[in-house]
């Protein structure tokens, strides 16, 4: 299932995480791990002309999406046990896309006037909560109620 989701902006700076898996909706890597990503899908991108949407280690596979207009990055930190017809890159896309529309629509002010301030985004937990149970990608995991 989806443990954690990571979006990026389209400088590679993450600007919104949720936790889904753990007991507090803050990692203090994410930042860093989740700039760590972006660099390696560009150097990919242009290095090779190639699109990395994988990556696949022992207990997680990482999923990338990259949204065609805005160039924002989204970042799905899957665990390796699950269904690997769930972790189809259809079914991945569709969830990103939703995700996308959402967030880009919602905050749509906010991203054209971004000063740095992460915890504007932070109420998108709820949303993506949401989305992610629709898919069938939250069983066994319920809404952190410390989230706010």
Same mark, same amino acid.
């Given at each position: 299932?989806?443990q954690k989701i990571t979006i990026l902006n389209d ?31 560009r150097f990919t991108k242009y290095g090779f002309k *190639?699109? !990395? /949407? ?5 207990? =997680?596979? &990482? ?15 899957l665990d390796n046990r699950v269904d690997k017809k ?22 749509? *002010?906010? !991203? /054209? ?5 992460? =915890?504007? &985004? ?27």
């Amino acid at each position: 299932m989806i443990q954690k989701i990571t979006i990026l902006n389209d400088e590679g700076i993450p600007i919104f995480f949720h936790n889904f898996s753990g007991s507090s909706n803050e990692d203090e890597n994410y930042h860093l791990i989740a700039s760590y990503f972006d660099q390696i899908c560009r150097f990919t991108k242009y290095g090779f002309k *190639e699109s !990395l /949407n994988r990556i696949e280690m022992d207990k =997680s596979v &990482f999923y990338f999406y990259t949204h065609p207009t805005s160039n924002y990055h989204l970042i799905f930190k899957l665990d390796n046990r699950v269904d690997k017809k769930k972790h189809n890159k259809k079914n991945l896309d569709s969830i990103a896309i939703k995700v996308f529309d959402k967030f880009l629509t919602k905050f749509k *002010e906010e !991203l /054209n006037n971004f000063n740095g301030n992460f =915890s504007q &985004f932070k109420s998108f937990s709820l949303d993506i909560h949401e989305i992610v149970k629709s898919k069938g990608f939250l069983r066994g995991y319920e809404l952190n109620p410390g989230i706010f």
